[in-house]
């Protein structure tokens, strides 16, 4: 049961993601970044604010979730409240096989936090379907 200090760290959470960098962070992976394959996204992080930005991101949500994952966190209210990380996984599990050739732990605590019950599970199945709907609109307005 969740209680007022994992509230607090939720929120404090929340705060972090408002830090400018992070912003930035944050903008390049939600909105920017649509590759298309393996390649496109090796390319994309490879250097530059890319590599930075994807490194910031990532490992945010990562350490976010490690937090969920060893208690520190109450895990079903960090769930309730972290559409960003189901959002980013969603959006990059397609390549993870290839980004894990590079970084093997990249997402493992994300998936792992997911994937310990169904309403990880239900929500990402939702989130896959934003992806998949955003990807589908942008073929579609490539196309026109």
Known sequence: MANHHDAELVLKLY?????????????????????????????????GDGNRYWRQGTSFWTMAAQL???????????????????FFYAKF?????????????????IETLINRSQAGKDKLAYFEQRVAGARARMQQAAKA
Do not use: N, Y
């Open 93 to 109: 599990k397609p390549f993870l096989a290839d980004i894990r050739k590079t970084q093997p732990e990249a997402f493992l605590a």
């Open 68 to 86: 969920a994952l060893h208690g520190s966190v109450d895990e079903q209210l960090f769930l309730e409240t972290s559409g960003e990380m189901f």
């Open 15 to 47: 705060d972090l993601r408002r830090e400018t960098e992070m912003r930035k962070a944050r903008t390049f992976l939600g909105f920017e970044l649509w590759p298309s394959s393996s390649e496109d996204l090796s390319k994309a992080i490879s250097a």
